[in-house]
């Protein structure tokens, strides 16, 4: 997964029921929309940005993340791969954890804009820093075979454990179940799925 800056703000979340994003651009709200837009999974500047729109973006729900390609942070792919339901193809936005939609491209002044933004190279342990045109340059010289960004297992394993306390949170508010003896045996089984979690309190 990428670099996470830890002192950096999460914007919006972003949701799509289709596994493509679409094509239509959204309306542009002028430069100063983009100053403080991350991207939800890397908490960089999204290059490629595109916009998830989700059951509760009608509430200020709005999650950004990069579309950008292996060769690149590559978030929005990730995310989608990890986090869609085979069966159903539903995805929940990573915020509100709301039913993703759609996925839409931001328009092309905001687009400009934020891939003008510097952010780091995807590659784990290069320092490099650039705007999304210098990045593409910088792989291509210096990253010659790098196909896919290099995961960090320990903050692939963080972002797992955030996902799963957002889950155990939200079926433990929504079944009324009494919240310090749950939240003790998720503490005492991290890696169990909250669910199952749910399962072993009752028994």
């Not at 239509?24 to 500047?45: F, K, N, R, Y």
């Not at 759609?102 to 290069?126: H, I």
Request: glycine share 4%; with cysteine; aromatic share 6%.
């Amino acid at each position: 997964m990428p670099k996470v800056p830890s002192n950096r703000t999460r914007v919006s979340p972003y949701p799509l029921r289709s596994t493509r994003t679409q094509k239509e651009p959204i309306e542009a709200q002028g430069p100063s929309q983009w100053e403080d837009v991350l991207c939800v999974i890397c908490q960089e500047a999204p290059h490629n940005a595109i916009l998830m729109r989700c059951s509760s973006s009608s509430t200020g729900c709005r999650a950004y993340m990069c579309d950008t390609s292996v060769r690149h942070s590559n978030c929005f792919k990730q995310y989608r791969k990890k986090n869609m339901n085979r069966v159903t193809k539903v995805m929940n936005c990573p915020y509100c954890r709301g039913e993703v939609y759609e996925a839409m491209k931001v328009q092309s002044g905001g687009r400009r804009d934020l891939n003008a933004k510097p952010r780091s190279c995807a590659f784990e342990n290069c320092n490099f820093s650039g705007t999304y045109c210098q990045l593409k340059n910088h792989l291509k010289a210096d990253h010659p075979s790098y196909t896919r960004p290099l995961v960090d297992q320990g903050r692939d394993r963080a972002w797992e454990q955030m996902q799963r306390a957002t889950e155990y949170n939200d079926i433990n508010a929504a079944a009324g179940l009494p919240h310090s003896g749950l939240e003790v045996l998720h503490q005492q089984l991290p890696d169990v799925p909250p669910r199952l979690v749910i399962l072993l309190w009752r028994s």
